[in-house]
């Protein structure tokens, strides 16, 4: 809730989300009795880019224990995203987490030696090696690891349902439970991971929806800070 009075609910829709009409609902508890309001919106479709590259093999097929441990780390973090929501620990508009536009967006189709890939579920940014990487907003750390695909990662919980992912960084400077505020350097751009070349993998879901990171950006949340 703003100074104005105003209220502001963060609702998303999955990159993979099915195409219609859905409402949406509100339910505002305070100290009274609770205010209910919905609306309905139009899911439209979306047509994203697709790229066909030319990749080392082992980039495209995995051995056997390589698809277990990868699938066993997916599962954790889909539990993860899916944790109890906390009140938002953020205030004000979202900010980049390194300078420049991205060279790879947000669901892009891959097609890898000519086999298809899951779309891109977040946005790439090039950078040099040991680019500073700040958080776009307060949060608290949710998870440090070196995960298969993502290489160092670090996972912000911005409460709300709300968490960031920044992936194959060559240097992680926070710990697991840390409280950050926005700007502040949550490690450095690396190349660790199933990748070719140094460069951040920025990610956001909100309650364990895939959404554009940069969406995050062009959201006015400075005109609800309290």
Request: glycine share 10%; with cysteine; charged share 25%.
């Amino acid at each position: 809730k703003a100074k104005s009075g105003a209220f502001a609910a963060l609702a998303a829709f999955d990159l993979d989300a099915a195409t219609g009409p859905v409402r949406l609902e509100l339910e505002l508890a305070g100290d009274g009795a609770p205010h209910f309001w919905s609306t309905e919106v139009l899911v439209e479709a979306k047509a994203y880019p697709i790229k066909h590259l030319k990749v080392d093999e082992k980039f495209v097929t995995l051995d056997q224990a390589a698809e277990d441990r990868a699938e066993l780390e997916s599962q954790r973090l889909q539990r993860l995203f899916a944790e109890d929501r906390s009140p938002p620990l953020f205030a004000g508009r979202f900010k980049s987490p390194i300078p420049g536009a991205p060279s790879a967006r947000f669901g892009e189709r891959r097609v890898f030696n000519d086999v298809p890939k899951m779309p891109h579920s977040g946005a790439d940014l090039s950078a040099g090696q040991g680019t500073p990487v700040r958080a776009p907003a307060d949060g608290r750390v949710a998870l440090v690891e070196d995960l298969f695909f993502a290489g160092k990662t670090v996972i912000l919980d911005h409460g709300s349902g709300l968490y960031t992912l920044y992936a194959h960084l060559s240097q992680v400077d926070v710990t697991h439970g840390e409280r950050l505020r926005v700007g502040q350097c949550l490690g450095r751009v690396g190349a660790t991971g199933r990748v070719t070349g140094p460069h951040l993998h920025w990610a956001a879901k909100l309650r364990g929806s895939r959404v554009d990171p940069f969406s995050l950006i062009a959201l006015p949340l400075d005109r609800y800070q309290p």
